[in-house]
């Protein structure tokens, strides 16, 4: 399927590694002009010569950190009117909630919450004005199904959740849509940094969690990138004007819930 994005710029957050970076890809594959960003130069300077390598796209790269005001700052200036936004950040660390003193929280909510929310705020007028524009916010399966030991993500992308429903309704009528992704159990940094510490809660070795979180998922594997990458490039897609405000699991059938 053509997914009539030939000719788009898209900002995709937090996408030097992950599934940030298998969304970029998806959409330079697309024709797509994709700006990366990232913490670090390297890191981002090898997702950028891949996804150009794999494309023929020329990728540009912004190096900053989203979670700031000023990395937010530096990314307005180098593309001010993305058609297509794809929010996205690490994850906090998981715990117990009896450990996070009030700064975790806070930046929690920064991470998570507040800097998709201002993301949105600087590039939703100039889409509406365009009659086009994509925003995807990559949160997590945790919102439909909280993970016990994630609490400070449950929390706070749950709250962009609630805001994005309220919001996504007021701007639809202008072509403008925006929608959640949630991963479930993908193969990622992410994934293996709970693995371990689940692990050393229980005195476990990483393989048996790893193996018995595998086992346990109905498709009997965790997710690859690339698949939450062409999900992601779907609902940037022309064709998707009539789908937002929702919140989308990709879990391997995970999430045991009938809605």
Known sequence: MDLGLEGRTALVCASSRGLGRACAYSLAREGVHVILNGRTEATLLDAAQEIQALTGRTVHTVVADVRSEAGRQALYEACPNPDILINNAGGPPPGDFREWAHDAWIAALEQN????????KHVIDGMLEREFGRIVNITSAAVKAPIPTLGLSNGARSGLTGFVAGLARQVVHKNVTINNLLPGP???????????????????SFEKIYEERKQSNPAKRFGQAEEFGDACAYLCAAQSGFMTGQNIVLDGGHYPGTL
């Open 186 to 204: 993908f193969e990622t940094e992410r994934l293996r940094a709970n693995i371990d510490y689940v692990a050393k809660q229980q005195s476990a």
């Open 113 to 120: 919450m507040l800097a998709p929310i201002f993301m949105i």
